[in-house]
């Protein structure tokens, strides 16, 4: 499985943006996908996840009600929606597979496969 990550970029507090993560590989409907972050001088953090088959998804507390993480299946892709981004979500931004869609871990030793991260600066 190889994944790309593409959308980053400068925004101000209250914008939004659309990240996008591209899919290669086999066997994607047992796949669990989720995007995580990392700020400078900080640990990797769950953002959110989602079922490749099923759509079930799940979101860190500090994002729910903002972000919306989706699939397309026709494009092989899978998206993160922010709104009312604020100055502490500015991250690298990374999108993440597992070979297992029965649940969505938050840890991110649990996910196999991984995009090489978009930047996301957020400013105030």
């Known amino acids: 499985v190889q994944l790309q990550a593409s959308g980053g970029g400068l925004v101000q507090t209250g914008g939004s943006l659309r990240l996008s993560c591209v899919v290669s590989g086999r066997n994607l409907n047992s796949h669990g996908m989720g995007w995580f972050r990392q700020a400078p001088g900080k640990e990797r953090e769950f953002v959110a996840a989602i079922t490749w088959r099923g759509g079930s998804t799940r979101y860190a507390d500090s994002v729910k009600g903002r972000f919306t993480i989706s699939r397309d299946y026709l494009k092989d892709t899978m998206y993160l929606h922010m709104l009312s981004l604020k100055p502490e979500d500015t991250a690298v931004y990374y999108c993440?597979?597992?070979?297992?869609?029965?649940?969505?871990?938050?840890?991110?030793?649990?996910?196999?496969?991984w995009g090489q991260g978009t930047q996301v600066t957020v400013s105030s």
């Open positions: 993440a597979s597992r070979q297992d869609s029965t649940w969505l871990p938050v840890a991110s030793n649990e996910y196999a496969y």
